[in-house]
T-cell receptor
Framework: NAGVMQNPRHLVRRRGQEARLRCSPM?????VYWYRQLPEEGLKFMVY????????ESGMPKERFSAEFPKEGPSILRIQQVVRGDSAAYFC?????????????FGEGSWLTVV | ELKVEQNPLFLSMQEGKNYTIYCNYS?????LYWYRQDPGKSLESLFV?????AVKQEGRLMASLDTKARLSTLHITAAVHDLSATYFC????????????????FGKGTKLSVKP
């Protein structure tokens, strides 16, 4: 059973370009979460999605960031007009239902470097 | 604002020694997580603690939860080099802040280095 799959693992973008990060949840999981980790920091929640729905985007920056989880295909985190401060590791996680005591499962992360 | 504080943030210890990492959080929550992260890698789930007095053990690691004190501990027994990593605790924000499931508040992590 494959885990949470993220790609690309490493991405370099120049300032002003767009970054697209993809996440395929674990098989059987319908809930996806995106987190950002700045260097030497803990993870910060960004957004929680179910298929075709954004449930909680309270951690998403108001501008330039968007996320989707279409009916078919992976979840996408999109960052437009990237700036140096966007350089971070972006982790996707998934779960079936969390309140049965299950944990959520994290992917390997996508490391974005803005030059 | 729900805050999660870990201490120490850096820990250097010798093999064979015992130590405890502390995780304090600012308000009640119904579940607490411990994760391990190796450099450049993802987070590995270690423990999920769901109730007051919960204690879980896996190998040389033991986690406990005191919801009244809003404190969780991760105890390391007879450390070995393979335990070198960064350890995070995280608290579910939903219980008191109306956050959604999966909206976990993480501590800054404890970077553990075990030396021979």
């Amino acid at each position: 059973n494959a885990g949470v799959m993220q790609n690309p693992r490493h991405l370099v973008r120049r300032r002003g370009q767009e970054a697209r990060l993809r996440c395929s949840p674990m098989k059987g999981h319908s809930h996806v979460y995106w987190y950002r980790q700045l260097p030497e920091e803990g993870l910060k929640f960004m957004v929680y999605l179910q298929k075709e729905n954004i449930i909680d985007e309270s951690g998403m920056p108001k501008e330039r960031f968007s996320a989707e989880f279409p009916k078919e295909g992976p979840s996408i985190l999109r960052i437009q007009q990237v700036v140096r401060g966007d350089s971070a590791a972006y982790f996707c996680a998934s779960s079936p239902r969390i309140y049965s005591g299950n944990t959520i499962y994290f992917g390997e992360g996508s490391w974005l470097t803005v030059v | 604002e729900l805050k999660v504080e870990q201490n120490p943030l850096f820990l250097s210890m010798q093999e064979g020694k015992n130590y405890t990492i502390y995780c304090n959080y600012s308000t009640t929550s119904d579940r607490l997580y411990w994760y391990r992260q190796d450099p450049g890698k993802s987070l590995e789930s270690l423990f999920v603690l769901l109730s007051n007095g919960a204690v879980k053990q896996e190998g040389r690691l033991m986690a406990s939860l005191d919801t009244k004190a809003r404190l969780s501990t991760l105890h390391i027994t007879a450390a070995v080099h393979d335990l070198s990593a960064t350890y995070f605790c995280a608290v579910d924000s939903r219980a008191n802040y109306g956050g959604s499931q999966g909206n976990l508040i993480f501590g800054k992590g404890t970077k553990l280095s075990v030396k021979p």
